[in-house]
């Protein structure tokens, strides 16, 4: 099955054609980030102009790439929650006026599943299930239990902060600009994760619950102090990076000990993070538990991931091309009424 997947869901217009849900013909992906920088943040009626402006080019682009046509996709495939409404509608009305011309099957997928499925493109090997997905993005920190592709559920999340919001927000303290993420990675790179003995949140026993909104105060007060002033900002990015690391690695811990998954998958834009992805690896290595950790062009927003997800959940997710329409607050579980 050969599926054209949208995504418009936040800032990136993207989109991709990807065969089986497995093998990537073509995953393009137009980013705004110019128009949002000297705002230090995403704009979203920015993002939803941009998104008028970018996608059809964007859907020529794929199948271009891809090398083929409209007449050979099987079925569209659109993310239409959870995100900014203003970006969404843009995608979702794309992706039903589509499907409707070629009259093949449209499937509504929700944005955070899509992150799930990047571990099954371009590799041979995939995970099986139940497995265990660490899904860290910039709006979303959640443990997730996948039973299938259409039943999973969250077992822990953030109480406050998400993961990429805390890197985002300390990056901007460190003045690194916007898009923060992966500009604080880049300075962890050459600092000491030990110089700084920032704060672990500890969950309360029982609970796979995190908080990454006291580590960003923290990073802020040393900063502030006399000692952070004259501190080198690459062992603060360093020190501030191995807490977020660490919370996440003792939360995966935690979960494993309660049930023994049969592989581990990070996903959303902060697996893209070489710390993160590097613990994740040795912590499967040592815990003999194979560990999924898609390449960082997977992790971020794209499409290939939402046309990946829409294959593997198939007649859950299929929607009608004439009524389906975006919900900015998706809930995360699949239900009949979720159509
Ligand atoms: O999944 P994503 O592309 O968009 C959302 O659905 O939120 O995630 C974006 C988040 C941003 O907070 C960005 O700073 C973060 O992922 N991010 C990173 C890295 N690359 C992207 N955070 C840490 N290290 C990176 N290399
Ligand atoms: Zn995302």
């Known amino acids: 099955m050969l599926l054209l997947g949208i995504e418009t869901s936040c800032d990136d217009t993207a989109t991709a054609v990807v065969e089986n849900g497995r093998r990537v013909r073509a995953s393009v992906s137009t980013n705004q980030d110019a128009f949002h920088a000297k705002y230090g943040g995403i704009v979203p009626e920015i993002a939803s102009r941009q998104h008028v402006a ?30 900014l409404i203003g970006s969404l509608v843009v995608g979702v009305a794309a992706a039903k006026a589509l499907a409707f011309a070629i009259g093949k ?20 090997d995939v995970p099986q299930y139940p497995f265990l997905a660490l899904l860290v ?45 992966p500009a604080l990675d880049k300075l962890a790179k050459s600092g000491n994760a030990q110089a700084i003995a920032f704060p672990r949140h500890r969950a309360d026993p029982g609970s796979l619950d995190m908080s990454f909104s006291g580590l960003k105060t923290a990073v802020r007060y040393y900063l502030e102090s006399d000692e952070g002033a004259c501190a080198d900002r690459s062992d603060v990015a360093a020190s501030f990076q191995a807490a977020v690391v660490d919370v996440l690695m003792q939360r995966l811990d935690a979960a494993f000990e309660r049930k023994a998954y049969t592989s581990v998958v990070l996903s959303g834009g902060v697996a893209a993070n070489s710390a993160l992805q590097g613990a994740l690896r040795e912590w499967g290595l040592r815990n003999g538990v194979p560990a999924f950790v898609p390449p960082p062009k997977y992790c971020t927003d794209n499409a290939a991931m939402i046309a990946a997800a829409a294959d593997h959940q198939g007649e859950a997710v299929r929607v009608d091309a004439m009524t389906l329409s975006a919900d900015p607050n998706l809930p995360f579980e699949l239900s009949m009424g979720s159509r």
């Open 54 to 83: 970018l996608l059809s080019a964007a859907v020529e682009d794929a199948l271009d790439r891809a090398g083929t046509t409209l007449a050979d996709i099987d079925g569209i495939a659109v993310t239409r929650g959870p995100g």
């Open 105 to 124: 099957p449209l499937y509504g997928v929700n944005h955070l599943h899509g992150h799930i499925f990047a571990a099954f493109l371009d590799r041979d």
């Open 137 to 181: 993005s910039g709006g979303h920190s959640q443990l997730v239990e996948v039973e299938s592709a259409t039943r999973m559920r969250i077992i822990g999340r953030t109480k406050d902060d998400a993961a990429g919001e805390a890197y985002d927000k300390t990056a901007r303290l460190l003045g690194l600009g916007f898009p923060g993420g």
